[in-house]
């Protein structure tokens, strides 16, 4: 089976004593590649180092996630942005907007937001869109930067059937399935069976957000294998085939062969 982990945070210190070993059961399990985006500017070496140990296989993204943002948001951004100038990414990411931990600086999350989706604009890149509480938003950022420039994944979606039909209007947006896809308690099954394969890529968010049966344990991305499992019984098609598809999807959102 053929899988991509579309987001992956593997760089971070939960993987510190034994990333070989997680690189290794992730290529068992058929993980082809693992991208990963980038967090605030304490993390761009840590993300550059493991890009560099694993090149072609961790690849990096670029951008300053929302729950990062504070008073200095503009000089983190003034780095971030210089990294873009520097090296190859395959998508401006973490980016987006957080309204479930802190609102203090939702305008300039929201401002933050903007700015690099302009900055996908300019280096023709796909965005990786950090959601919580706040898909409305989002989208209304993306419309006010221009929606027919823009294209990218609703990373960790787990809306409402109405915001999954707003994020289809955009047309270039697809969503990330991880571990949350296997609760008991969510409802995104349901969901899901109002689109079909086509929108849908694979992640893990790891660290966090492992699914049943390691739901509470770190995250690594051999786990998503279970997201497939249970794409495979919500949509009744082979784990190959669910495999198969999202992986195409991945590859023609992050042009990575």
């Not at 993204?61 to 990062?68: D, R």
């Not at 300019?122 to 993306?142: F, K, Q």
Request: with cysteine; charged share 25%.
């Amino acid at each position: 089976m053929r899988i991509i982990d579309t987001h992956s945070h593997i760089y971070a210190e939960e993987f510190d004593a034994d990333l070989s070993e997680v690189i290794t059961r992730a290529k068992s399990a058929g993980v082809e590649r693992i991208l990963m985006p980038n967090i605030d500017i304490e993390s761009i070496d840590r993300l550059h180092r493991v890009a560099g140990d694993y090149e072609g296989y961790c690849i990096p993204m670029m951008g300053l996630h929302p729950t990062s943002v504070g008073e200095d948001w503009r000089n983190q951004l003034n780095v971030i942005k210089q990294q873009l100038t520097k090296r190859s990414y395959i998508a401006v990411g973490e980016i987006g907007i957080d309204l479930y931990w802190d609102k203090t600086f939702e305008k300039e999350q929201k401002e933050a937001f903007e700015e690099q989706l302009r900055w996908s604009i300019d280096y023709d890149l796909p965005v990786a869109i950090h959601s919580r509480d706040a898909i409305p938003e989002c989208i209304a950022c993306i419309r006010n930067v221009g929606v027919e420039r823009l294209k990218g994944v609703f990373h960790s979606f787990g809306g409402t059937e109405e915001e999954l039909r707003e994020i289809l209007n955009l047309q270039n947006f697809l969503l990330g399935i991880n571990g949350v896809v296997t609760f008991k308690n969510s409802t995104l099954s349901t969901v899901l069976k109002q689109t079909d394969l086509s929108h849908i890529i694979i992640e893990t968010d790891a660290p966090y957000l492992a699914p049943m049966p390691y739901r509470g344990k770190r995250n690594e991305p051999s786990y998503t294998v279970k997201v497939a499992e249970k794409l495979s019984e919500i949509y009744n098609v082979s784990i190959e085939e669910i495999g198969r598809i999202t992986t195409d999807n991945t590859v023609k959102l992050f042009s990575v062969s």
